[in-house]
């Protein structure tokens, strides 16, 4: 028998598409964002396989799916699926939220607004009118450049293995404020007040090429965009070489996806909790 004063709200459907996508965190955090903030939300991780990715895509929105996170390999083809981008969408190259509205697919970045909630507003990192180093030219960089412009450092440097890369990619964000881009060995001489690691070499246990002096004293702090049980190869170098405060990607995650949540459902989840929560899971 079909009650017809059932009142339950009706459950949204969202989700992560990547490959691989087992490891994904995203179910369990917007979990805890949708019983934080009374959402009647579905959130599950979907594998992609290679070449597959429209189709999939057109699927979800065919079965009714409001919203998608995309992680690796598939930003680069969301940000060509979209028929509208925000500007640090645009500026990142790449998009890791999907807003199905209007019947329109619509691209935004949250990657670069999650890293400067976690370093300004968690870490409490003052921003403008600092020395950052970004190392990598990648995706991940790209992504966070023009979100952390926008906090007025007073020089952003990005430092790559091949200068040219570095060069191109800070070229391309001059108007944005004061950044350059070179290889390791130019950094002889320099010192920062945080150093950003945007590279891949952690998940590899690998350290990039940093000199002795780069990290400024006194109060000098280290970010690792990657985050582990334990400390990464870069943290621990700079444990060693004199940063105050070195922190790993974590929160970078949760604030990323508190932002996608935030634009599917016009509510702003409360993140500590959640943090510290994955922080217990992952120990």
Not at 122 to 131: D, H, S, T
Not at 246 to 267: H, I, K, N, P, T
Request: charged residues 25%; proline residues 5%; neutral net charge.
């Amino acid at each position: 028998m079909i009650d017809i004063f059932d009142f339950s709200p009706k459950v949204d459907d969202y989700a992560v598409m990547g490959n691989p996508i087992g490891h994904s965190k995203s179910p369990a955090i917007h979990a805890q964002f949708a019983r934080q903030t009374k959402q009647a939300i579905n959130y599950t991780a979907i594998h992609v396989d290679l070449g597959g990715f429209e189709q999939a895509v057109g699927n979800f929105v065919a079965s009714g799916g409001r919203g998608l996170n995309i992680t690796v390999p598939f930003k680069q083809e969301a940000w060509a699926l979209a028929e509208e981008r925000s500007e640090r969408a645009e500026r990142a190259g790449a998009v890791n939220t999907l807003i199905f509205k209007d019947k329109k697919i619509i691209g935004d970045n949250t990657d670069g607004v999650g890293l400067v909630r976690d370093l300004r507003d968690n870490k409490k990192l003052e921003l403008q009118g600092r020395r950052i180093l970004l190392m990598g030219a990648g995706g991940a960089a790209r992504g966070v450049l023009l979100p952390l412009l926008n906090q007025q450092p007073a020089q952003l440097t990005i430092v790559n293995r091949t200068p040219e890369k570095a060069k191109d990619l800070a070229d391309s964000f001059s108007e944005m404020g004061k950044v350059a881009g070179c290889g390791y060995e130019a950094l002889a001489g320099q010192s920062f007040d945080l150093i950003i690691n945007a590279t891949a070499a952690s998940l590899r246990g690998e350290m990039p090429p940093l000199r002795e002096g780069v990290i400024a004293p006194p109060g000098g702090a280290c970010y690792d965009m990657m985050y582990a049980s334990k400390p990464t190869a870069f943290m621990r170098w700079c444990q060693e070489h004199g940063a105050d405060r070195v922190y790993d990607g974590l929160g970078m995650l949760v604030e990323q996806a508190a932002e996608s949540f935030y634009l599917w459902r016009g509510v702003r989840p409360q993140t500590n909790e959640v943090i510290e929560t994955l922080r217990q899971e992952i120990k």
